[in-house]
């Protein structure tokens, strides 16, 4: 069963990456919604909510699409966005630290932590209770990727780090 969930990852990290660039390669709104449409933190965070969203489509095969998987699944994808968020801001705005190679190793550990939580709550069975709310709130984090993508607003996260 690891090796499925390793194989998932590797694939996932791989489309994610492949994925930051599409929208330069192809500019139509559509691509806009699944791929950054800027160097925005906000718009990276697609590269991990929808790669993530499709691995857990697989993955859920396995699992006959059980609550018990799917309340592991959502908690692992809300995980990866807080964290990357989190550490990316510690950094940038409270020890002035900012790099491309932190910016890319982030996306990996966030990946890594989300898959490694959500491995870890399905074998534990413990978000099962939650899958219901865990349900709305990745629901609403993907209306907010693509609302924001098309109204962003006048705030930090939104802006991209290009020419600041």
């Known amino acids: ?7 998932a990852y590797v694939l996932t990290a791989a489309v994610g990456t492949g994925l930051h660039f599409v929208y330069g ?3 139509a709104p559509l691509v806009g919604v699944l791929a950054p449409v800027n160097e925005s933190v906000w718009e990276h965070l697609k590269l991990l909510f929808w ?4 691995a857990g489509l ?3 095969r396995k699992y006959n699409g059980s609550r018990r998987f799917w309340g592991a699944w959502l908690a692992g ?8 968020l989190g550490i990316y801001y510690t950094l940038a705005a409270g020890f002035l630290v900012e790099s ?5 190793s982030l996306f990996f550990i966030s990946l890594a932590a989300g898959f490694l939580a959500a491995w870890r709550l399905n074998e534990s ?3 099962e209770g939650a899958a219901g709310l865990l349900v709305i709130a990745v629901g609403m984090l993907g209306a907010a990727l693509v609302l924001f993508t098309a109204a962003p607003p006048e705030l930090p996260v939104f802006i991209s780090k290009v020419g600041r």
């Open 77 to 84: 994808m809300l995980l990866m966005p807080a964290l990357l």
């Open 51 to 54: 790669p993530s969203f499709a």
């Open 1 to 7: 069963m690891k090796k499925r969930w390793i194989l």
């Open 58 to 60: 697989v993955l859920a």
């Open 125 to 127: 069975g413990k978000a």
């Open 100 to 104: 491309q190679i932190l910016d890319i």
């Open 25 to 27: 390669l192809w500019p």
